[in-house]
């Protein structure tokens, strides 16, 4: 697995340009992005698409070549491998043959976001990219204000694509409140570099008046100290489980806890699972 540059290809190591040029062919997300790498280093290894679309169809013929002693070396159009990018099933494969497999690391972008952010760095957790729709999206970052309330201290990261920020950005606000710590990091060690820090509410004000484009990854911070927590919303959400439905538990919570009920019924989904077991 080898990491590559996330804009500036300047960014490769030394030991991904020696594995590049010795392997026996490179796995491409898609192999135009990759040509202008390789030909920046005057790398001439044969390159051949791994990608979403063919990863599963692909593998066992891969694994066959591997085990009679073929190298190959894994990327992506940017970045570290699997990180929102295939490989994740041909790694899986190799592993269970008993295939040597092994990383060289590099760039990647939720990293370089996390450490410009000025958020908590520890603990984060990154999320992959937001659903595409708003009410799947808000479905999402309900279940991961419900797992605040029951303790989850992070600082929360995702991708993004530019034409749905600020939608996104919109369904944050709704979910998690316009007051919560955010950035959004936009075209990465690239000429047009840009980290733009605040409230939700004033990093959405930014892009509404300045159009995203590039590669995006958005981070919120961890939930205030003085979060209501676990206690108030379970306390309450146990009681009225006893002699309420799921729904009308949550309904009847949401407006004592001032949350939205969709958080709260993420929440009472858990704990009704949990007064069954």
């Known amino acids: ?128 990219f937001p659903a595409p729709r708003s009410e799947a999206r808000k479905t999402g970052f309900a279940a991961l204000r419900a797992a605040e309330q029951a303790g989850l201290h992070s600082t929360l990261i995702w991708y993004e694509a530019p034409h749905r920020l600020i939608e996104s950005l919109e369904d944050l606000i709704d979910v998690f409140g316009p007051e919560r710590e955010a950035a959004v990091g936009r075209e990465l060690t690239k000429r047009f570099e840009e980290m733009v820090r605040g409230s939700l509410i004033e990093v959405l004000e ?35 489980l006893t002699s309420h439905s799921v729904k009308d538990a949550a309904t009847l919570v949401a407006g004592i806890v001032k949350l939205p009920k969709r958080t709260v019924y993420a929440r009472a989904l858990e704990l009704s699972r949990e007064l069954k077991d």
């Not at 594995?19 to 390789?38: P, Q, S």
């Not at 280093?41 to 698409?49: D, F, G, P, S």
């Not at 159009?77 to 990180?83: E, R, S, W």
């Not at 590039?214 to 927590?229: K, Q, V």
């Open 206 to 240: 930014h892009f509404r008046t300045k159009a995203p484009r590039g590669e995006i990854t958005l981070l919120i911070g961890p939930s205030a100290e003085d979060d209501s927590g676990a206690a108030d919303l379970d306390t309450h959400l146990r009681e009225a």
């Open 1 to 128: 697995m080898v990491a590559t540059p996330i804009g500036n290809l300047a960014d490769i190591s030394e030991r991904a340009i020696e594995v590049l040029g010795t392997v026996d062919a490179i796995l491409c997300e898609d192999t135009r992005v990759t040509a202008k790498l390789l030909l920046s280093r005057n790398i001439a290894t044969q390159t051949r698409t791994l990608h979403d679309h063919n990863e599963q169809d692909r593998t066992p013929f891969l694994i066959e070549k591997l085990q009679q002693g073929a190298r190959y070396a894994v990327v992506s159009d940017a970045g570290t491998p699997l990180v929102s990018d295939p490989g994740y099933r041909l790694v899986r494969a190799a592993i269970a043959a008993g295939i040597h497999v092994t990383a060289i690391p590099g760039p990647n972008a939720v990293i370089t976001a996390l450490t410009l952010s000025g958020l908590s760095p520890l603990p984060f957790m990154f999320l992959g």
